[in-house]
């Protein structure tokens, strides 16, 4: 299926967009302990990254779990795998993280993590962390994956009904939580954020996969017309992304809802409701970015940071300035994130699948999508 290569390469966008925004921001914070002047660019939100993930979760997770709709021990089997796929990995993560937050902490310059706080980080639980009360665990990039696990536990509870009916009740779930959320002001952290209406972005995604999965198709004009609407209204930004500090946490709620999730929905229904992409080798050199795109999310901080003190270490702050650093961090996270693709992401996952999921699926390129 070649629609599989055009999800892949919207992945790749995703992380490549969030890759981007950091790399730039870093350039920022260290012009600005330099004295140095350093404008960001902003064509785009590229925070939206995110909410480009969560619709494409949102499909990709009816589209891989056809064979478990309507069938005894069907959730339990879509948990071991989204858990399989999903918890090694970030386990590892957070655990530098942690390593990295444990050091600041003892030379004074972070608080040091409660231990519930630590607990919380590796369970997928929200928690305000110490540094500043907001719902971020350690690897503070792991609050979409909180998303991420509470949407699969939703989603899992209703696998026992046929698609079209589970996916109607997982979306009527997430709504009331949102429908509770502004009427009740739920005071508990936890529950404040799996309510939050980000949360939609994941039903726009499962009703495309409904869309897809009954034939429907849009032509070459009215995939390239919806496509641009999205593209147009994420320029538009109402969110004003180019304003926000450096070191701002992108607000949720509505606003983001309908400011970027609304459009990248309409830009991925555009990509895999339109034609299919051809199998060229660019496309399929950027399809293997978005096989490494778990890997490109979680561990670009690293790269983003040794390349920074690489280039104060060399005084090429001075000769060249910042922008090139943005480049340079942004090709180095892609670097980083293909070797771990392949070195370690890929054999973790499979010792994983093999533990804790039967007949785990082999690693086509639709294998490779339907893992997420």
Known sequence: MQQLIAIQI??????????FNHAQNDAGRTAAEAGAEFARAFPLPWASGVDLFFVVSGFVM???SEKLFATPGGGGAFLRRRIARIAPMYWIATSIFLVAVLRGAGAGKV????????????????WPRAIDGAPRPIHSLGWTLEYEMFFYFVFAIFLWLPRARAVGAVAGVLLAFVVWHVVADPQN?????WSDPIVLEFAAGMGIALAFRRGLRLSVVGAALLGAAGV??????PMHAADEAVDALDPNGFMRLFSWGAPMAAIFAAATLGPAP????????????????YALYLFHPLALILMRKAWIAAHFDRAFGYWPLVAVSCVA???????VYRWVETPVTRIAQRLLVRNAPARSAEARVAQG
């Not at 919207?10 to 890759?19: P, Q, T």
């Open 10 to 19: 919207l992945r790749a966008f995703a992380a490549a967009m969030v890759v």
């Open 111 to 126: 608080p040091a993590p409660s231990f519930a706080e630590i607990v919380a980080s590796f369970a997928f639980a929200p």
């Open 232 to 237: 147009v209204a994420l320029a538009l930004d």
């Open 333 to 339: 996270s892609i670097a980083l994130a293909l070797a």
């Open 189 to 193: 952290v936890a529950l404040a954020f």
């Open 278 to 293: 051809s199998a060229s080798p660019f496309a399929r050199a950027l399809a293997k970015i978005g096989d490494a795109s």
């Open 62 to 64: 009816v589209f891989s």
